[in-house]
């Protein structure tokens, strides 16, 4: 398979990786996960058994992603941020079978040394600022920040911020791509 895997990567049998895949310094594959095609893991990652990893997703640098996370396609997943799998950890109780799954839809940003809090579902086109910590299901092209993160506005699959209102109705063209962006009531959608 065309794979490309560092030499002080740890890929455990059973690990199913996709055509094209790079896997760079330090990382950890445990038996049981699937990632797709044409993905990337930085150095220092490590990726459980019951992960999920769609295809063109990125890792970047120390970041662990654990049993009930699912990336769908085109992620991305910045330097150190943090996935969690227990809402309410002790170190004397043992909580596996408390797992919450938490599900990042495609083409999702989650921004360097962000937290997101097991059990929720962050939506298409998504993008996370840096430091926030999600604790709620995330709309469909939000933009959040701080902490506990809050929308601030809405992002274009582009990357880039759409200047409409949080709420209300309005539509938006994206210069870079042509795309269109539809505001109804609280909810973006494109055509």
């Known amino acids: 398979m065309n794979v490309t895997?560092?030499?002080?990567?740890?890929?455990?049998?059973?690990?199913?990786i996709g055509e094209g895949t790079k896997i760079w310094h330090w990382t950890h594959v445990c038996?049981?996960?699937?990632?797709?095609?044409?993905?990337?893991?930085?150095?220092?990652?490590?990726?459980?058994?019951?992960a999920l990893i769609g295809n063109n997703v990125k890792i970047q640098n120390n970041v662990s992603v654990y049993d009930s996370v699912k990336l769908d396609d085109d992620v991305f997943c910045g330097p150190s941020m943090v996935f969690t799998n227990?809402?309410?950890?002790?170190?004397a109780i043992s909580r596996k079978d408390e797992y919450r799954t938490t599900h990042?839809?495609?083409?999702?940003?989650?921004g360097a040394?962000?937290?997101?809090?097991?059990?929720?579902?962050?939506?298409?086109?998504?993008?996370?600022?840096?430091?926030?910590?999600?604790?709620?299901?995330?709309?469909?092209?939000a933009l959040m920040a701080g902490v506990p993160a809050k929308q601030?506005?809405?992002?274009?699959?582009?990357?880039?911020?759409?200047p409409l209102p949080l709420e209300g109705f309005g539509e938006y063209t994206c210069p870079k791509t042509n795309f269109s962006y539809t505001?109804?009531?609280?909810t973006l959608t494109r055509k």
Not at 86 to 91: A, D, L, M, T
């Open 86 to 91: 227990v809402y309410n950890p002790r170190s």
């Open 113 to 141: 040394n962000c937290t997101i809090v097991c059990g929720v579902t962050i939506g298409k086109y998504a993008f996370i600022g840096a430091g926030a910590v999600i604790r709620e299901n995330v709309k469909d092209y």
């Open 31 to 50: 038996s049981g996960a699937h990632i797709g095609r044409n993905c990337s893991l930085g150095q220092n990652v490590y990726i459980s058994g019951k």
């Open 5 to 16: 895997v560092h030499d002080t990567a740890i890929i455990d049998t059973g690990a199913i």
């Open 104 to 110: 990042i839809k495609q083409g999702a940003t989650l």
């Open 152 to 162: 601030i506005g809405w992002m274009s699959e582009y990357g880039e911020r759409i």
């Open 183 to 186: 505001l109804n009531t609280d």
